[in-house]
């Protein structure tokens, strides 16, 4: 006997999402038939070529199978309803929920992520576009256990006071709140989507996750980010201290993509420098836009492609090294004794099927003597980290090496 409906539970955004493919499918499939009628009078007037025009009710055909495989995985998981905790989720307070599973527990690799996400459209008619900007995100291990025949998964995460809610959104577009689990579930691939209500508040969940599953969380995050950072950044402890090197060629997905698209922007810039040239003088004001928003971009992914980072850490004394494809820009130096000169620092941003990606660098704020005397300068000692846990492993590894050259840091770093 199916368990009753809770009034409170959450439909996932994939119960119907296959419904959509299949009705495309059928109107493409419907609309192209009359094709089959025609190929025999095409043939046999010598036109081949109307085979080509089966591609349309393949197309139909291709979308109405892939709906129901979609159909068939839907089926497979079940349809996972969320039930959140508290019911409507708390900025300054905490967004948990629990979600049902029909198959059984098995041990398994899952991630929860929550997301605070601005949809918004700019442009207009044809060309209007719509942006998915992510604000705020967090992921987690969701507490997975075994629920009669089938299995739950339960969440909960801090959301800091101050972040959004449609409430208090004053921009353009609208705010919701995700929360996204995916991963493997009996070898088959699984993620799905929910849309919470969100407002702020101080409400917390009913929701306790023991504190063993967050201990386990946080130390599985750690080891990866520890391994992450060290397929980054090439570091070597020495005889004299510690050698870091933020590779060139790094990050190429973020700087392939700033080339091409600062190259097209430039080239739009060029012509239309072109066109104005011809006596079109409105395209005077279009040119210099196009092309200097496309040089800059160009010249930054360029840049990019080429940097290179090399840092040294000898005794208390930090130096820096920039090159660009090989040549030597600058040199840097200066005193680094403590903890706290070091800085944490988000340069860059992507997102990639709805998850952001930050890029972190760091710095250490030193005195360096210039023209002027001694002044506090911030440079930078490592740069192009991917993704935030990895910029914070890579922080401790540093805070570990001024510990091991000053024994009497070690009270700052347990007030860190």
């Known amino acids: 006997m199916s368990k009753p409906k809770d009034p409170n539970q959450i439909n996932s955004a994939e119960k119907s999402s296959h419904w959509i493919l299949v009705i495309i499918g059928i109107i493409f499939f419907l609309f ?45 998981f079940g349809p996972t309803p969320l039930i959140p905790s508290p019911l409507i989720g708390q900025v300054g307070g905490q967004v948990g929920g629990r979600i049902d599973l029909e198959q059984p527990w098995a041990k398994r690799n899952l991630t929860v992520t929550l997301s605070c996400v601005n949809t918004y459209t700019s442009g207009s008619g044809k060309n ?47 705010i919701t709140w ?39 969380s ?18 070597e402890k020495t005889a004299e201290g510690l050698d870091i090197i933020s590779e060139q060629g790094r990050n190429k997905s973020m700087s392939i993509f700033l080339v091409l698209f600062g190259a097209v922007f430039t080239s739009i810039g060029g012509f239309l420098f072109y066109q104005a040239f011809q006596g079109d003088f409105m395209l005077w004001i279009m040119a210099p836009i196009f092309f200097s928003v496309g040089a800059a971009i160009l010249g930054f992914g ?19 090294r920039r090159s660009l494809f090989g040549r030597i820009l600058y040199t840097r130096e200066g005193k680094l004794t403590s903890p706290n000169q070091l800085i944490l620092k988000t340069t860059m941003s992507s997102q990639t099927n709805g998850k952001q990606t930050d890029y972190m660098a760091i710095y250490a704020k030193v005195d360096i ?17 991917e993704g935030k846990a990895a910029g914070e492993a890579m922080e401790r590894k540093l805070v570990d090496v001024l510990l091991g050259s000053n024994n009497d840091l070690k009270g700052e770093l347990e007030a860190l």
Request: glycine share 8%.
């Open 218 to 235: 946080q130390t599985a995050k750690r080891k990866q980010a520890e391994a992450s950072i060290e397929q980054q950044i090439q570091t």
């Open 302 to 320: 360029i840049f990019l492609v080429g940097r290179k980072l090399e840092c040294k850490i000898i005794d208390e004394t930090v130096y820096t």
């Open 32 to 76: 192209s038939t009359p094709i089959f009628f025609a190929i025999p009078d095409e043939l046999s007037r010598g036109n081949n070529a109307v085979f080509i025009a089966l591609i349309f009710p393949l197309t139909g055909l291709l979308m109405i199978f892939g709906g129901w495989k979609m159909r068939q995985k839907f089926l497979f």
């Open 178 to 216: 995700e929360v996204t689990v995916e991963g493997l579930v009996n070898h088959m691939e699984f993620k799905r989507n929910w849309k919470l209500p969100v407002e702020v508040g101080t409400q917390a969940s009913s929701i306790i996750i023991p504190t063993a599953h967050k201990e386990a």
């Open 128 to 174: 209007s576009t719509t942006h998915r900007d992510i604000l705020w995100q967090e992921h987690d291990k969701p507490l997975d256990r075994p629920s009669g025949s089938g299995s739950k998964l339960e969440f909960c995460f801090d959301v800091p006071a101050g972040e959004h809610t449609q409430d208090t959104h004053h921009g353009r577009g609208k």
């Open 369 to 385: 003597n210039g023209p002027n005397g001694s002044e506090k300068k911030e440079i930078k000692l490592v740069e192009g980290i």
